[in-house]
């Protein structure tokens, strides 16, 4: 059975007709009708009375001659006079309205219920291919949020969700593109200052240290850190190439237990940089960098480093030098290292919470109360430790254009927000990104209330900016918190700035130093060489002035026997590479293809060493300070020696013959002169035991004055 139904035209026409009769319909019923309340006897114009034409609505009569009508144009049954007419109409043209308003009503009713019909239809339409694609996220027709918030941002219709504007970051005064490697720099040296031997600088005053024109303290701290464990890698033995750079690597690696290699880096960091860069030990870093590598062919980064570097090359210098730092076995341990202590104690953390619930569970053989507090404390302890064991700063979470949010431990009082698109969509899209920032309550959580709950990404970020505003309070004056050097404190940021390279008057001091301690130590001195210093004004006169120190030869005095005996010398050539091998065939080699300043200063680095560990082992010892016990001893025993030495003395001073017949034998020697003389010749009977004096002796004691020196001569001769 076919449903004769009408075309839709016919049925618009339809409805057409069934609208204007009910409007007449309206009409006549609304049309003057007999009034049974009383008329009016006379006229209402002339007051008189006669044949009157009553008003159909009121109790009003009018003559047709005061009406100035006829009959034949009066319809006596529906007459309805001027004042009544107007009323009339005015009511009609409010129906009309009314019956318009009703219509458009009833049609916007019922295109609204077709509408939600048609929706109806539609999302168990939409539904039915979302379950169908993602069966796992559907069940018992419902999504179980939140999901991907690539499928929510797809059907917003269906997953019900309104996109709102989320507020604009402000912008910092370093350019977007630059802020972000800056912000990478600062976290780096922040999470490894330990281990790098740097102070935490914030990021303006990090900006202002690489977009000055010279050396400053921050820079060279920076580097040096960096370099420290790149340095050690291409010192190695393995590593050292004698061809490379006249043999820079092999010389350090020679030296390396001789000179001390923070010395060598603090002056000559930049010869280092370019060293490595060119060694070919990193060049899987290196070989996506090839406008840098053009570079280094045309300015050298030992000369021109600071003066023909850009802000930008600067920065990815750095970053290739922290790329290749974090392939050095050093920090591989170190990360390594924090990541198994980290991991102990989340482990440890889990544990707790497990304790932890069983507890409030209430279960058998659970922990007491007093247990449960302790366990509570060492939870937080746990806590502490694990957010001061970093490796990196981590994202806080992304939102549905995978903008990223970063909050940094030493810049607190910032949301740094990471886009891929700049603000105001002119320009274009940049891998590192373009960085902006929030740094007012109000602001996050403006965006906070903005993000949706339904997406995976932005549940996470909702949730780490509830716990960022909970934790901390951003700064509510402007002025505070624009800066980001406040956690230095009364650091003197200008003293950092100021320019700490090294000249050569600085190197010319260093060797008079040099020159006076060999000249003092080993008595070795030449005027004509510190003349040849201080004349030197370029790095090459310079250079001929420490060749000339190298080569000075002297004398080393010996210590004497005895302190009454005259020093004696005795010439010896000094020669201070005697201990350390072929060390002076590199050093050599290298000071003399010495052109830079740089160069200069490592080669006498390494020069220093060798001549103070010289000079300490061949310096004169110091006798120590003596007892007076041990003084009286020595001084006894010097006498003794002193009289021995004037006894053989003696002996050697006395004749040979006898005094009285001239004849030589076995003789008695006179203890006043050196006369001697036989027993017989000297009329003795037996040779004496004590002293004996000859007769000129004995006769010159006679005519001398006895004195306490002549007492025992006398006694003798009495």
């Known amino acids: 059975m076919v449903k004769n139904t009408k075309p839709s035209k016919q049925r618009e026409k339809g409805k057409n007709k069934q609208d204007s009769r009910k409007l007449n319909s309206r009409r006549t019923s609304n049309a003057p009708t007999a009034r049974k309340s009383r008329v009016s006897r006379s006229c209402i114009c002339c007051k008189e009375k006669g044949i009157l034409l009553p008003c159909n609505i009121c109790s009003q009569a009018y003559h ?11 319809s006596f ?8 007419t107007d009323n009339f109409e005015k009511r009609i043209r409010e129906e009309e309205i009314r019956l318009v308003k009703s219509q458009k009503t009833d049609k916007e009713t019922r295109d609204k219920k077709l509408y939600h019909k048609l929706m109806r239809t539609e999302a168990d339409t939409l539904m039915k291919r979302f379950k169908k694609k993602h069966p796992d996220l559907v069940k018992g027709g419902k999504i179980f949020y939140p999901i991907n918030d690539t499928l929510l941002w797809k059907n917003p219709e269906l997953h019900e969700v309104e996109e709102n504007d ?9 350019h977007p593109e630059v802020l972000g490697d800056v912000l990478f720099i600062s976290d780096f040296l922040f999470t490894f200052k330990d281990l790098l031997q740097t102070q935490k600088i914030g990021i303006d005053l990090l900006y202002n240290a690489l977009n000055t024109q010279h050396e400053n303290k921050i820079v060279k701290e ?18 050292s190439d004698k061809k490379l750079d006249r043999g820079l690597s092999y010389l350090l690696c020679r030296a390396q237990k001789i000179a001390n290699l923070e010395e060598i880096m603090d002056s000559s960091y930049l010869i280092l940089m370019e060293s490595i860069f060119s060694s070919g030990l990193w060049n899987e870093f290196i070989e996506d960098s090839e406008q840098l590598i053009q570079k280094f062919e045309y300015f050298p980064i030992s000369t021109t480093y600071y003066e023909k570097y850009t802000l930008q090359e600067k920065i990815q210098m750095i970053s290739l030098l922290i790329s290749m ?3 050095s076995l050093q920090f591989y341990q170190e990360i390594t290292k924090r990541i198994e202590k980290r991991e102990i104690l989340r482990k440890e953390k889990d544990d707790i919470h497990m304790q932890l619930k069983s507890f409030q569970k209430g279960k058998k053989g659970s922990l007491t109360s007093e247990e449960a507090g302790e366990i509570n404390e060492r939870l937080e302890e746990i806590l502490a430790e694990m957010k001061g064991i970093r490796t990196r700063s981590e994202c806080i979470g992304k939102d549905r254009n995978y903008s990223e949010y ?15 698109k700049p603000i105001g969509g002119k320009g274009k899209e940049s891998e590192s990104g373009y960085w902006y920032y929030y740094n007012s309550k109000e602001e ?17 970020l909702s949730f780490g900016l509830e716990k960022y505003l909970s934790e901390l309070i951003p700064p509510t004056n402007p002025e505070e918190s624009t800066s980001s050097e406040a956690e230095l404190g009364e650091i003197d940021k200008s003293a950092l700035l100021e320019n700490t390279a090294y000249t050569l008057d600085n190197l010319k001091q260093k060797m008079k130093e040099a020159y006076t301690a060999t000249l003092n130590t080993l008595g070795i001195g030449n005027s004509e060489v510190m003349d040849q210093i201080e004349a030197s004004n370029t790095v090459f006169d310079l250079k001929e002035a420490f060749i000339a120190l190298s080569n000075c030869t002297g004398s080393i005095p010996k210590e004497p026997t005895f302190e009454d005996e005259p020093v004696k010398k005795s010439k010896s050539e000094v020669f201070i590479w005697e201990d350390h091998g072929d060390l002076l065939q590199f050093w050599s080699q290298y000071l003399v293809g010495v052109e830079k300043s740089q160069e200069l200063y490592l080669c006498y680095h390494i020069f220093a060493a060798v001549l103070y560990k010289y000079l300490d082992t061949h310096k004169p010892e110091i006798p120590p300070e003596e007892t007076s016990y041990n ?3 020595r001084s006894y025993r010097l006498e003794r020696l002193r009289k021995l030495h004037q006894i053989e003395e003696e002996f050697r001073n006395q004749d040979q013959t006898c005094y009285v017949c001239g004849e030589p034998g076995l003789m008695v020697c006179c203890d006043g002169c050196p006369k001697v003389a036989h027993q017989g010749c000297a009329d003795l009977d037996e040779i004496p035991v004590g002293d004996w004096f000859c007769a000129e002796c004995v006769e010159k004691a006679e005519t001398m004055r006895v004195t306490r020196h002549r007492a025992r001569l006398t006694k003798c001769r009495n």
């Open 166 to 174: 989320m507020p604009l970051p402000k912008v910092y005064h370093i």
């Open 222 to 239: 920076l580097h040096i850190g960096l370099l420290r464990p790149l340095v050690a890698k291409m010192i190695r033995k393995e590593n």
């Open 631 to 633: 003084l009286a001893r």
């Open 64 to 74: 047709l001659t005061c009406l100035g009508l006829s009959e034949s144009e009066v």
């Open 406 to 420: 970063y909050v940094f431990p030493w810049e607190k009082r910032f949301l740094f927000v990471k886009r891929y």
């Open 325 to 327: 730092t974090l392939d």
């Open 77 to 84: 049954s529906h007459w309805v006079c001027a004042d009544c």
């Open 444 to 460: 996050i959580e403006s965006l906070k209330n903005c993000l949706c709950l339904k997406g995976i990404r932005e549940t996470k």
